[in-house]
C-alpha cells in the first residue's frame, strides 16, 4: 500500500500562483510516475500533470506554459507550481503515484483549489 498526503491549495485571484505539494509513503515500487489530476464540480477527473522517474513531464493543454511539475525521487514528493491561475483551474486537485508499466495506482484525499476575484 502507498499512502499519499498532499498540501497547498485555497483560494487565489486570478493571475496569482499557488503550490501543491504531495508526500508518499509505504512500499512505494521503483518505476513509478508522479503527477496530478483534477475535477472541477460537474466534470471528470483529468490529468495536469505527471512527471516520471526519470524527470519526463506531461502536461495538459490548458496548463502548458502556467504550471510546473517537479518531483524529489529521495524524498517522494511531487510538486506542483501553478502560476498565473485562472478561475477555469478551479477544482479538486488530486495526487497520484502509479507503476509507469502495469496497473497499479494510489490517489490522495484531494486538495480544493479556488481561484476567483
Known amino acids: 500500500q502507498v499512502q499519499l498526503v498532499e498540501s497547498g491549495g485555497g483560494l487565489a485571484q486570478p493571475g496569482r500562483s499557488l503550490k501543491l505539494s504531495c508526500a508518499a509513503s509505504g512500499s512505494i515500487f521503483g518505476d513509478t510516475v508522479m503527477g496530478w489530476y483534477r475535477q472541477a464540480p460537474g466534470k471528470q477527473r483529468q490529468l495536469v500533470a505527471d512527471i516520471t522517474n526519470g524527470g519526463g513531464t506531461n502536461y495538459a493543454d490548458s496548463v502548458k506554459g502556467r504550471f510546473t511539475v517537479s518531483r524529489d525521487k529521495a524524498k517522494n514528493t511531487v510538486t506542483l507550481q501553478m502560476s498565473s491561475l485562472r478561475p477555469d483551474d478551479t477544482a479538486v486537485y488530486y495526487c497520484?503515484?502509479?507503476?509507469?508499466?502495469?496497473?497499479?495506482?494510489?490517489w490522495g484525499q484531494g486538495t480544493q483549489v479556488t481561484v476567483s476575484s
Open positions: 497520484n503515484i502509479r507503476r509507469q508499466f502495469g496497473p497499479e495506482s494510489y
